[in-house]
């Protein structure tokens, strides 16, 4: 924000995310638009990582399959920041 004047791709997550947690889903929306997917997202991967350290299993995911949808996801994430700053 200081050098461009524009917010950044992650700009209003951390606001996002504490609404979320305080259940106002209408700020962590407003802040950031994909907040309340990101921290879905974040909430689902330490759910597993938890899972897998206390039960001790091994999931083997297809390695194309974790490959394309981590790109999609960062895609659609650095598209709406794109957008976000040329929008201003």
């Known amino acids: 924000m200081t050098v461009t004047g524009r917010e950044c791709p992650s700009c209003g997550l951390t606001t996002s995310f504490t609404a979320l947690v305080h259940g106002d889903w209408s700020l962590a929306f407003a802040a950031h638009a994909l907040g309340p997917l990101v921290f879905a997202a974040m909430a689902i991967y330490a759910a597993f990582a938890l ?5 001790g299993y091994r999931v083997v995911l297809p390695y194309r399959t974790v490959l394309v949808s981590s790109f999609l996801l960062l895609g659609i994430y650095l598209g709406y920041g794109l957008i976000r700053m040329a929008l201003g």
């Not at 899972?51 to 039960?55: A, G, H, I, L, P």
Request: hydrophobic share 60%; charged share 20%; glycine share 0%.
């Open 51 to 55: 899972s897998k350290f206390v039960f």
